[in-house]
C-alpha cells in the first residue's frame, strides 16, 4: 500500500550517555514516540561530533567510555509531530532539536503491519 | 520487455583494465543496464586480442595482463537502444561500440517485467535542490542482494549526483517492530536511512523504480539549497589509450 502526505520531521542531538529516568535518553525518546503512534523515528550514532556543551563528543570502540553524538530522525504529520514537542521538552536537558516540512511517501505492507 | 521480430544487437568493446568510478568498466556498463531496464546483457571475457594501438594482449601468467578485452552484448528495441546509447558512448569511452539488425525469433521468458523510468541528462546542481531520505530495513532485500545496496547501484545508474547509507542503532517503522543494532545477536537488523541529493526532476524521475523495490519503508521529501557540488575525478577513471578490441 503506498500512501503520500505532507509531514514534518525532527532531528534531535544530543549525546549517548545523555539519560532519562535511568535509561538512555534515545531508548526514552523511542518508546515515547512508539507509545504515541509516531510513524517512524530512528536513531544514529555519530562518530564525532559537538553540540551545546561545546565538548567534542567521540564514538569509541571501548564500550565503557563512549560519549557519541546521538541524532534521532522522527517523522510524521504535524499533529502528531506536536504532541511529542512538550515530551521532548521535558526530557532534553541539552540538545537540540530541529525541525522541516517534508514531503512522505509511505509504503506498507497491510498483511503484515498492525496499523 | 523484448517482442519477437525486429531488434538491434549491440555489443561493446573494451579493456579489463578500465574502470569507472573506481569500478570495472564492464561492471557500470553492466548496472546501467540492467537498471535501465534492458531486457538482457552478457559480459564475456577474451582470452586474446589487440585494439585500436595495435598492441598484442594475451593471457599470460608469466606477464599477467589486465588489458584483455571485455565483450558486453545486449538484445533490445530499436526505440530502447536509441534512449540510452548516448550514455553509453559516454561510459564506453575509448572502446568500441558495435550495432546490427537483428531478428528475435523467441524472447527469454521473464517471471516480472521491469518498467524503465526516464532519466534526465546529467547536469551540473546547484541552487534549490531536494534531498530524498529512504528508510527500510537492513535485512530487506531485492532479487537476493540487500535492498540498500540495490538502491545505491540503482541511483548511480540514474545519475543521481550522491547517496550515502545509515544504519541506525536503534528505531522503528510501519511495523512497530523496534530494530536494534545488537551486533553480536543480530548483526544485519538495524532500521537504514539512504539520504540522497539531486534536482527535484530527477528525484521523481527515480521514483517509480522506488515504488518497484519498497515494499514496506518511508521515503521522505525535503527542500534543500545546494551550496557546493564538486567532485575530483579519480585517476583510475581517466580512460586508458591502450584499450584493445577483440575480433
Redesign the interface.
Known sequence: M?EQFN?S?LRVHFGENDRWQGKPL??AI?AQ??ELGI???????GIEGYGSASRIRHASHWPRCKDAPIQM?I?DTDEQIAKLIPYLDSMVEEGLVAA??????????PA???? | MLQPGKAVKVTIYLSDGATHHGVPLYSSILDFLFYRGVAGATVTKGIAGFGADHHMHTANLVDISDRLPIKIEFIESREKVDAILGKLEELAGSGLIEMQETTVAKPAQVSKPKASPPAAAHLKIEGKAQMMRIFVNEEDRWKAKPLYEALVEAMRANDIAGVTVYRGILGYGAHRRVHKDQPLLHPHHASVMLSAVDTAEKLRAFLPLVDQMVQEGLVVFSDVDIIKYAYRALETDKPTDKLPVAE
Open positions: 503506498k509531514a520531521m534515545h531508548e523511542l514516540c512508539l510513524a517512524e523515528a530512528v536513531v544514529f550514532r530522525s517523522i522541516s516540512p517534508v514531503e512522505v511517501i509511505r509504503y506498507s505492507n503484515t503491519s498492525p496499523m
